[in-house]
T-cell receptor, first 116, second 114 residues
Framework: GAVVSQHPSRVICKSGTSVKIECRSL??????MFWYRQFPKKSLMLMAT?????????EQGVEKDKFLINHASLTLSTLTVTSAHPEDSSFYIC????????????FGPGTRLTVL | AQSVTQPDIHITVSEGASLELRCNYS??????LFWYVQSPGQGLQLLLK??????LVQGIKGFEAEFKRSQSSFNLRKPSVHWSDAAEYFC????????????FGKGTHLIIQP
C-alpha cells in the first residue's frame, strides 16, 4: 500500500522558536495532502488542505500565519509552526491522497511536538 | 455540518471473543465512511472503507463493517479478537473525491483481556 512518512517523529523546542515538520509520500505522487492535529484523548482535527503548487486551505479557527504550509512538490508538504508556544504542543499527523486509489487517504506516523 | 460519534470511549474484550465498535455519523449527503486503527507509535492504518454498493464491507485483519443508512451507522465487527488488536479505533466520514479532509470520531480504545 501507499506509504507516507513524517520527519521528525519527535521534536522539542523552546517557546518562540519555529519548527518545521515534513510529510512525504514515498511511493506515489500526492497532489493533495492534509494536516491534522490530535490532542490527547481526542480525535484528529483537520487543520488544512495542502495542494501542490497552490496556497493551502485552512479550516476555520486555524491561524494560517502560525501554521505555514508549503506543498512544493508532488511528494512533499511541510508544516512550519511559527513562534511556537506551549499550547501548540500536540501530535501532528499528515495524510496524502493517492490519486489512482481515489477517496483514500494514507496517513503518516505523526510528529510529537513539545514546546517548552 | 458533518460529525461522527463513537459512543464507547473504552471497550474491554476477552481474547477470542467477538467485537463490535459503534459509529454513528451525521452527514448531509451520501457519506464516504472509513475505519482506521492507530497503534502506539504508529500511524493510522486503514481497515476498511465504504463508498457505495454492498453495505457489508470486508477489511484487513478480519474486520468487517456494515453501513446502515436508516440508522446512520457504520459499526465495525470482528468475530474473534486477538491480543494484537488492542489499539485505538477511529471512524471517519468524508465527502468523497479525496479532495477534502476527513471528520473523525473521538476514537474507541480497545483493551484485550487474556
Amino acid at each position: 500500500g501507499a506509504v507516507v512518512s513524517q520527519h521528525p517523529s519527535r521534536v522539542i523546542c523552546k517557546s518562540g522558536t519555529s519548527v518545521k515538520i515534513e510529510c512525504r509520500s514515498l511511493d506515489f505522487q500526492a497532489t493533495t495532502m492534509f494536516w491534522y492535529r490530535q490532542f490527547p484523548k481526542k480525535s484528529l482535527m483537520l487543520m488544512a488542505t495542502s495542494n501542490e503548487g497552490s496556497k493551502a486551505t485552512y479550516e476555520q479557527g486555524v491561524e494560517k500565519d502560525k501554521f505555514l504550509i508549503n506543498h512544493a512538490s508532488l511528494t512533499l508538504s511541510t508544516l512550519t509552526v511559527t513562534s511556537a508556544h506551549p499550547e501548540d504542543s500536540s501530535f501532528y499527523i499528515c495524510s496524502a491522497r493517492d490519486p489512482p486509489v481515489t477517496d483514500t487517504q494514507y496517513f503518516g506516523p505523526g510528529t510529537r511536538l513539545t514546546v517548552l | 455540518a458533518q460529525s461522527v460519534t463513537q459512543p464507547d470511549i473504552h471497550i474491554t474484550v476477552s481474547e477470542g471473543a467477538s467485537l463490535e465498535l459503534r459509529c454513528n455519523y451525521s452527514y448531509g449527503a451520501t457519506p464516504y465512511l472509513f475505519w482506521y486503527v492507530q497503534s502506539p507509535g504508529q500511524g493510522l492504518q486503514l481497515l476498511l472503507k465504504y463508498f457505495s454498493g454492498d453495505t457489508l464491507v470486508q477489511g484487513i485483519k478480519g474486520f468487517e463493517a456494515e453501513f446502515k443508512r436508516s440508522q446512520s451507522s457504520f459499526n465495525l465487527r470482528k468475530p474473534s479478537v486477538h491480543w494484537s488488536d488492542a489499539a485505538e479505533y477511529f471512524c471517519a466520514v468524508g465527502p468523497g473525491g479525496g479532495a477534502d479532509g476527513l471528520t473523525f470520531g473521538k476514537g474507541t480504545h480497545l483493551i484485550i483481556q487474556p
